[in-house]
């Protein structure tokens, strides 16, 4: 059983829009923080958005104002709403799940991976 499966990964082009979910299985504990890293071919992996139980949000500087990242607890669905793609957006994105701050999305990815879930990930391709 996978714990977290994205969908809704795909090619657009610069200024357009794509919406990526993922579902949460039950064995996911609903009070963890969710979030999307993302990485590019060659590149290290990166934190780009991070929601607490509560709601509150934390984007990196480079995706503030173009991204919204929300969850729906009932239907156990982590939402990323991307506008105003850029080619610099392109890579896959990975749902990840775990205990403590929302914050730590801008931490090291393999604490992530180490003390939570995380997805396959789903592909994102800006193309200019």
């Known amino acids: 059983q996978e714990n977290l499966v994205e969908s809704g990964g795909g090619s657009v082009q610069a200024g357009g829009s794509l919406r990526l979910s993922c579902v949460r299985s039950?064995?996911?504990?609903?009070?963890?923080?969710m979030g999307w890293f993302r990485r590019a071919e060659g590149k290290k992996y990166e934190g780009v958005a991070g929601i607490d139980a509560s709601g509150n949000e934390a984007y990196r500087d480079s995706v503030r104002g173009r991204f919204t990242i929300s969850r729906d607890t009932v239907k156990r669905t982590l939402y990323l709403e991307m506008s105003n793609l850029k080619p610099e957006d392109t890579a896959m994105y990975y749902c990840?799940?775990?205990?403590?701050?929302?914050?730590?999305?801008?931490?090291?990815?393999?604490?992530?991976?180490?003390?939570?879930?995380w997805g396959r990930g789903t592909q994102v391709t800006v193309s200019s």
């Open positions: 990840a799940a775990w205990p403590g701050s929302h914050h730590l999305i801008f931490g090291s990815d393999s604490q992530v991976r180490e003390f939570g879930h």
């Open positions: 039950s064995s996911v504990p609903r009070y963890f923080s």
